[in-house]
């Protein structure tokens, strides 16, 4: 199969699996912390989306995550518990759409010469296999995290 159209349905499936497993929350939902060492809902939705932006910045030479969400939702970055910080469900559901349409687009795009480019000579590690990365591994990692923090949400609401 090509690439970028691997790459594009593999992210078809995981904003499938958010839009199950974020239907009818709320900000608050996102921001529920589960009884032991993770991180909520929102931090697992940034931390998508600021990675979703270096991908793009991968396949088109140019795009960037901003530094401020990227010190909220990046790797390394602290728990997510105040609500004020952090951004809106509805605004971070948004933005991994228009993410994903710009990956789509770009992707198409790129020629597939760019898959084995490097982004990271030192280690070896071309376009292709940050993607691989990022868009399969990584995605799906942290959309699997989504299930219990969902089922959490829903008990609250239901007093359990």
């Not at 697992?44 to 270096?54: D, E, P, T």
């Not at 982004?119 to 942290?142: K, S």
Request: proline share 4%; net charge negative; aromatic share 8%.
């Amino acid at each position: 199969m090509h690439l970028p159209t691997l790459y594009n349905n593999i992210l078809g499936t995981s904003n499938y699996v958010i839009k199950e497993k974020t239907e009818g929350l709320t900000h608050a939902d996102s921001m529920l912390q589960l009884p032991f060492p993770g991180n909520c809902m929102n931090w697992i939705l940034g931390h998508l989306m600021v990675y979703r932006m270096q991908c793009l910045g991968v396949i088109d030479g140019v795009s960037e995550a901003d530094e401020a969400e990227f010190g909220l939702y990046g790797f390394g970055s602290e728990p997510m518990t105040d609500s004020d910080k952090a951004i809106s469900l509805e605004t971070l559901l948004a933005r991994l759409d228009t993410l994903s349409e710009q990956i789509a687009a770009a992707l198409e795009k790129m020629p597939d010469s760019r898959l084995e480019e490097f982004v990271d000579e030192g280690q070896g590690v071309t376009v292709a296999q940050r993607l691989l990365f990022n868009l399969v591994y990584h995605e799906a990692y942290h959309v699997g995290q989504l299930e219990p923090l969902y089922e959490q949400a829903l008990a609250n609401r239901s007093g359990q």
